[in-house]
């Protein structure tokens, strides 16, 4: 086939060669190459040169492990000698070329028994979900870039590596036996599910050369696989230490389902990556799922070593035997809006100062709800390099409830700063809890450190709830603070009310006296009225009754003056009503009208 190729490749370039001849110029000198040399040239480069490929599709329809025929391994077909197409026989006639072929299992299911492979060629092995790939203590290694594994069910491997970049492994299931790792960057996980492994991690991430402190995986993302739960849910760990593993890497971990194992997640020497929306531990009302301590060791539900610039945000870690996240030697964190409920020591525990950690929800965790050192105590001794969690109180004004926060550390002098208040219905004895955020705000501290944070709630919080806060700085966040209890909510203030009922007509000339009514309210009972500081100009006022007057529920108090005694003089308009109530002073500016009075603005004789 090949001498006729070339023969036809001769006769076509001799045509064209025919059509005009090389001439090259140099040292303005003309020469010419032969027509047959050129065309020897042509023909030699087309020989080295490598063949044009094609992308093949190899549809497997039997789950024999028979082999492709030796007689046409090659050929671009797949072809047992019994006559059909197996999974080994298309992967040794996609092996032939480089080509990004493809095994299409979707019309097959069963069992496929299998021996080690190395894919040195890009792949997509793609299966519809009812074919299992069975290798017991067996490895598969991917290393062509650019391979796509999906809707395959994995059993008993011992090992399962994407070795390449670029590389997608989605919708899979994995078994009783290794889980997947991953060494090249770029590489998709995702929809997977993962249990009773054995491997170190269920899915583990980690660069061609772990040990080497210079090299980096980066820009694989795990999501939404679940792990260590069997297909009807139930929890199926295995023996593996972890969750998920990641080694020296900047990943995005994203909307994952993960029994705690030892601990959910391992993060070692990550940086600059988000670890978003997981499930880690308990969650849905299941409980003993969380991650377990062994002789002291691990027990956490995510745990980063050494760990710079990562986002936490929108987790759940639950029901874990020691910390819900745990920062070991690591910095620069944000922790942000996680729910960390029923863990055996803290929700959040870091050892180095510096991470910001806020709207968090810590209930139910043994320990500090956020213990910056982890040192199990609230660190306020300067200097320390941690800000000090501020004094929370809770007041009523006028029917209206007034947050109060206040810092005092003269380490963060003239500091910029950033409560975060969170609302709880439980504080348990010396451990402090936030169950929901209720804001944040900013204002900036003094020379001596100390700031006095002062905002209206914005929802009315029922009493006997209890508040805490935690204050960020530019170096990171403070431990959660000390629970404030809510008062009862006293009724807005009413100014008390006060009616004439003689139209306060002061006749000069009569004795008669000036009446008046304080009405009572909600918030104004007449009872407490002083009577002795009851004073019209220099009148002194007494009581003639207490009734309902206006029928509205609520004693009135109905009092009297004497006109003559109250200095008012003709052609004044206006008279000063004092008194107390529940020991609180008040003044009214009373219109008045005098009567009895001649034109001349006294008081007029009596025939």
């Known amino acids: 086939m090949l001498k006729k190729f070339q023969k036809q490749e001769s006769q076509r370039i001799q045509q064209i060669a025919n059509s005009f001849c090389y001439q090259k110029q140099f040292l303005n000198q003309s020469f010419f190459i032969p027509v047959k040399v050129f065309i020897s040239i042509v023909v030699l480069l087309i020989l080295l040169s490598p063949p044009l490929v094609t992308a093949a599709t190899f549809v497997v329809n039997s789950t024999s492990n ?9 050929d671009g077909e797949c072809l047992t000698f019994s006559g059909v197409c197996t999974f080994l026989a298309a992967v040794v006639e996609a092996e032939q070329t480089p080509a990004l072929d493809t095994i299409d299992l979707t019309g097959v299911s069963g069992t496929i028994e299998v021996s080690s492979i190395s894919f040195q060629h890009p792949l997509h092995i793609i299966g519809g979900g009812d074919v299992i790939i069975s290798g017991i203590n067996e490895n598969f290694r991917f290393y062509g870039d650019g391979s796509v594994i999906s809707g395959i069910e994995f059993a008993e491997f011992r090992n399962l590596i994407l070795q390449a970049d670029n590389q997608s492994f989605t919708g899979n299931v994995i078994r009783d036996g290794s889980g997947i790792q991953s060494v090249g960057d770029g590489n998709l996980i995702e929809g997977n599910r993962i249990y009773r492994s054995n491997s170190f991690g269920a899915i583990s991430v980690a660069p061609y050369a772990p040990l080497d402190p210079n090299i980096q995986n980066t820009g694989t993302v795990i999501r939404k696989n679940i792990i260590g739960y069997d297909k009807s849910g139930s929890a199926a760990p295995g023996y593996s230490s972890t969750g998920i593993t990641v080694i ?70 639950n029901g874990h035997n020691v910390n819900g996240i745990y920062l070991e030697g690591s910095q620069g964190a944000q922790v942000l809006s996680n729910q960390l409920m029923n863990n055996g020591n803290a929700g959040i525990a870091t050892t180095l100062p510096g991470s910001t950690v806020e709207r968090n929800m810590l209930v139910g965790n043994a320990g500090l709800a956020i213990d910056v050192m982890s040192d199990g105590i609230i660190n306020q001794v300067s200097p320390d390099g941690i800000p000090n969690p501020p004094t929370i109180s809770v007041e009523n004004l006028n029917g209206a409830q007034l947050f109060k926060a206040e810092f005092n550390d003269s380490e963060f002098a003239n500091t910029e700063l950033t409560y975060c208040l969170s609302v709880s219905t439980a504080c348990p004895s010396d451990v402090s809890q936030a169950e929901f955020n209720l804001f944040c705000g900013s204002d900036i501290s003094d020379n001596s450190g100390s700031n006095l944070f002062t905002t209206p709630g914005l929802n009315i919080i029922p009493e006997g709830r209890f508040i805490t806060s935690t204050v960020t700085t530019p170096d990171g966040s403070s431990e959660l603070s000390a629970c404030s209890v809510v008062p009862p909510l006293e009724p807005e203030a009413e100014p008390l009310e006060f009616y004439s009922l003689n139209a306060w007509v002061l006749n000069l000339k009569s004795a008669k006296p000036l009446l008046g009514v304080f009405l009572g309210s909600g918030t104004n009972d007449v009872s407490t009225i002083n009577i002795d500081s009851l004073q019209l100009g220099d009148a002194q006022g007494s009581v003639i009754t207490t009734a309902d007057v206006n029928e509205d529920g609520y004693f009135d108090m109905l009092v009297k ?47």
Not at 291 to 297: L, N, Q
Not at 579 to 603: D, H, K, Q, W
């Open 561 to 607: 003056f004497s006109g003559r005694e109250t200095g008012a003089s003709c052609g004044d308009t206006s008279l000063i009503l004092n008194g107390e109530i529940a020991e609180v002073s008040f003044e009214r500016e009373l219109e008045l009208r005098t009567v009895g009075c001649n034109p001349r603005g006294n008081v007029a004789k009596q025939n």
């Open 66 to 74: 028979e082999s492709e025929f030796s007689g046409t391994i090659g």
């Open 248 to 317: 020296r890497a900047t990943v995005l971990i994203d909307d994952n389902t993960s029994h705690g194992f030892r601990a959910g997640f391992y993060l070692q020497q990550v940086s600059d990556s988000s670890i978003i929306n997981n499930r880690i531990g308990d969650y849905d009302g299941a409980t003993g799922n969380g991650a377990i301590s062994i002789s002291g060791v691990a027990g956490h539900g995510i745990w980063s070593i050494d760990g710079t610039n990562n986002l936490y945000t929108g987790n759940s870690s």
